[in-house]
């Protein structure tokens, strides 16, 4: 098959968007297509190496360009947006060019997974795969207090998604001529049904290499003290303050340590809300850490603590899966779908002060049954097998197969 993928966000060895976009370009042509892929020139160097090192002749990597003023308003959060159209606007006109010369069997957008900035490949007018994607998750207004003065962009981001699912015919019109909508959480599910998608699909983005597991389930002595983890960027939207706060409510005599991996723009507060929720000798913050570290961290951890006030589908839960670590999130957004109900807790959101306290009660259940977070992280173990990036691409293989028989307007749609 003749595939054409548009990755925005493409690198290797790399997390979350580029990661995905890379192993969606690598893992379709493993499986025998021949695949160009669509992406920026950030990271051109990486990938050029690394398809050297494969030699892999049906892996066509194809770098689109935008003006250089457009590369330098990158940096300013409204100029994220006007990046993202502006490439979409060449790449489409680059794959128009392309398709004449190749005529491609299958157009797959994966990255960006934004629903709203949707993509301009529609335009080709051949059968179209669209995400896995996120975008339609919002913060709770509720615990707006956790953001501290980066709320005023989760009130700008908000507006924006509404702006460019009203204005935005790449976002419309996408929905409308994809022939499958893939996408990663129930918030975005009910979005693409909103603005018009024909035939979405529940579909977890996050995957796993298989290298990337332990060679058996990491078997836990239990200890007096109960060792959690926390792992993620520094951003506001991640929640590491409920976190800490939660903890400092923990009943006196459960003895733990917190271990946070991270950093980011919320760098300067971590020591202040360590000393501000009197967590001092309980919490070891390392900064960002070399990734063998980190995978040493999910293997000597007996909790993996994130509650994400706003996450399409954080890979961290399956990386601390793969490692057999029982977890506590929150029952919303990515958390709630990507974390199977007897892999952990997931904590409703309600008030501030009773999701505080059902975090904390939930650290105090798993402290004091041992076996319950066994059984859990047998079960998150078991399952992430399940979420490899071989198996994930075998089933989007299933979908290229079947959409590629029909024309968009031929479809039938799926419930």
């Known amino acids: 098959m003749k595939l054409l993928l548009s990755a925005y966000a493409c690198e290797p060895h790399r997390g979350s968007?580029?990661?995905?976009?890379?192993?969606?370009?690598?893992?379709?042509?493993?499986?025998?297509?021949e695949v160009w892929c669509l992406t920026t020139t950030e990271g051109r160097d990486k990938i050029e190496r690394e398809v050297e090192?494969?030699?892999?002749?049906?892996?066509?990597?194809?770098?689109?360009?935008?003006?250089?003023?457009?590369?330098?308003?990158?940096?300013?959060?409204?100029?994220?947006?006007?990046?993202?159209?502006?490439?979409?606007?060449?790449?489409?006109?680059?794959?128009?060019?392309?398709?004449?010369?190749?005529?491609?069997d299958l157009v797959h957008h994966v990255t960006l997974g934004s629903l709203q900035m949707g993509t301009a490949l529609w335009r080709l007018n051949k059968p179209l795969i669209f995400g896995p994607t996120g975008g339609g998750q919002e913060a709770p207004r509720a615990f707006k207090k956790y953001f501290y003065r980066w709320w005023k962009m989760e009130v700008f981001r908000t507006l924006t998604s509404e702006l460019l699912l009203a204005l935005n015919p790449n976002a419309r019109k996408a929905m409308r001529h994809a022939s499958l909508v893939l996408t990663t959480n129930q918030d975005t599910y009910d979005m693409?049904?909103?603005?018009?998608?024909?035939?979405?699909?529940?579909?977890?983005?996050?995957?796993?290499?298989?290298?990337?597991?332990p060679e058996a389930y990491p078997e836990r002595i239990p200890d007096e003290t109960m060792k959690i983890l926390w792992v993620g960027r520094l951003f506001a939207r991640k929640g590491l303050p409920l976190v800490l706060e939660a903890l400092s409510k923990v009943r006196p005599d459960v003895n733990f340590e917190l271990t946070i991996l991270g950093d980011g723009p919320m760098h300067d507060f971590v020591p202040r809300w360590i000393e501000e929720y009197k967590l001092q000798g309980k919490v070891t913050w390392k900064g960002q850490v070399p990734w063998e570290e980190v995978k040493r961290a999910y293997t000597q951890s007996d909790l993996?603590?994130?509650?994400?006030?706003?996450?399409?589908?954080?890979?961290?839960?399956?990386?601390?899966?793969?490692?057999?670590?029982?977890?506590?999130?929150?029952?919303?957004?990515?958390?709630?779908?990507?974390?199977?109900?007897?892999?952990?807790?997931?904590?409703?959101v309600t008030t501030v002060p009773q999701t505080v306290?059902?975090?904390?009660?939930?650290?105090?259940?798993?402290?004091?049954?041992?076996?319950?977070?066994?059984?859990?992280?047998?079960?998150?173990?078991?399952?992430?097998k399940s979420q490899t990036w071989t198996l994930k691409t075998q089933h989007i293989n299933e979908f290229y197969s079947k959409y590629t028989q029909a024309q968009p307007a031929e479809l039938t749609i799926e419930h």
């Open 53 to 104: 090192l494969l030699a892999m002749p049906n892996l066509h990597i194809v770098f689109v360009d935008v003006p250089a003023w457009i590369n330098k308003v990158y940096k300013y959060q409204p100029g994220v947006y006007l990046h993202y159209m502006v490439w979409q606007h060449r790449a489409y006109l680059q794959a128009k060019e392309l398709d004449q010369r190749i005529n491609f």
């Open 192 to 213: 693409a049904q909103r603005v018009g998608a024909l035939n979405p699909k529940m579909f977890l983005d996050t995957s796993l290499p298989e290298d990337f597991y």
């Open 304 to 348: 993996f603590l994130f509650c994400s006030l706003r996450d399409s589908s954080a890979a961290q839960f399956l990386e601390a899966m793969a490692y057999g670590l029982p977890i506590v999130t929150l029952d919303l957004h990515g958390g709630k779908n990507l974390v199977p109900d007897d892999a952990g807790i997931k904590v409703p």
């Open 357 to 384: 306290h059902d975090i904390a009660a939930a650290v105090e259940k798993l402290y004091d049954q041992p076996l319950l977070r066994r059984q859990m992280g047998m079960t998150g173990y078991k399952f992430s």
């Open 17 to 33: 968007e580029p990661g995905n976009g890379w192993n969606w370009a690598l893992s379709t042509a493993k499986m025998g297509h």
